[in-house]
T-cell receptor, first 116, second 113 residues
């Protein structure tokens, strides 16, 4: 299995809703990431997990809450989002910890989030 | 300041032509330079990557040329096909994992049939 699977593919939520994005990989990668991508822009790092521990939070607002239940799963809990949070949310993994460390990232297809 | 400057922003190439995308970086601590290909509605996919001790790397129709002294690298797509139409991101990264990956702004490539 060489994929990162993200669900759901599309999500529309109101500003008072609570929702979660899910990500799964079975490649044995020890680092997992959440990236946010706006239209026509490069991915923007949000969080990094290394060996299931949060190692980097890029000053992301607390309305985004990551969770890593085990080495294969990564969640992003969403609460009280704003319309400007609408974006493509990408999960990625890499073989080594830290950043891609010379192995590159394997990205999922993303969740297209729309906040109304 | 850590940046990767990518050009052009968009590119139109005839089928069978050569597509060339350029990137320049600033921090000499970077030692891994990947290119990602992204189709609409999909996440980026690692296309090809190079380390600074190599001046060129070729995989099929895709070639990275690397100029360490100029701190520049480029992606060449030979015999460009309509299926290559996508957004391409260069990136600068570190084998030690000590530096955050820096992505270029992206190049939207359209290959005309």
């Amino acid at each position: 299995d060489t994929e990162v699977t993200q669900t759901p593919k599309h999500l529309v939520m109101g500003m008072t809703n609570k929702k979660s994005l899910k990500c799964e990989q079975h490649m044995g990668h020890r680092a997992m990431y959440w990236y946010k991508q706006k239209a026509k822009k490069p991915p923007e790092l949000m969080f990094v997990y290394s060996y299931e521990k949060l190692s980097i939070n890029e000053s992301v607002p607390s309305r985004f809450s990551p969770e890593c239940p085990n080495s294969s799963l990564l969640n992003l809990h969403l609460h009280a989002l704003q319309p400007e949070d609408s974006a493509l949310y990408l999960c990625a993994s890499s073989q080594v910890t830290g950043f891609s460390g010379g192995s590159g990232y394997t990205f999922g297809s993303g969740t297209r989030l729309t906040v109304v | 300041q850590q940046q990767v400057k990518q050009s052009p922003q968009s590119l139109i190439v005839q089928k069978g032509g050569i597509s060339i995308i350029n990137c320049a970086y600033e921090n000499t601590a970077f030692d891994y330079f990947p290119w990602y290909q992204q189709f609409p509605g999909k996440g980026p996919a690692l296309l090809i990557a190079i380390r600074p001790d190599v001046s060129e790397k070729k995989e099929g129709r895709f070639t990275i040329s690397f100029n360490k002294s100029a701190k520049q690298f480029s992606l060449h797509i030979m015999d460009s096909q309509p299926g290559d139409s996508a957004t391409y991101f260069c990136a600068a990264d570190s084998y030690t994992g000590g530096f955050k990956t820096i992505f270029g702004a992206g190049t939207r490539l359209f290959v005309k049939a």
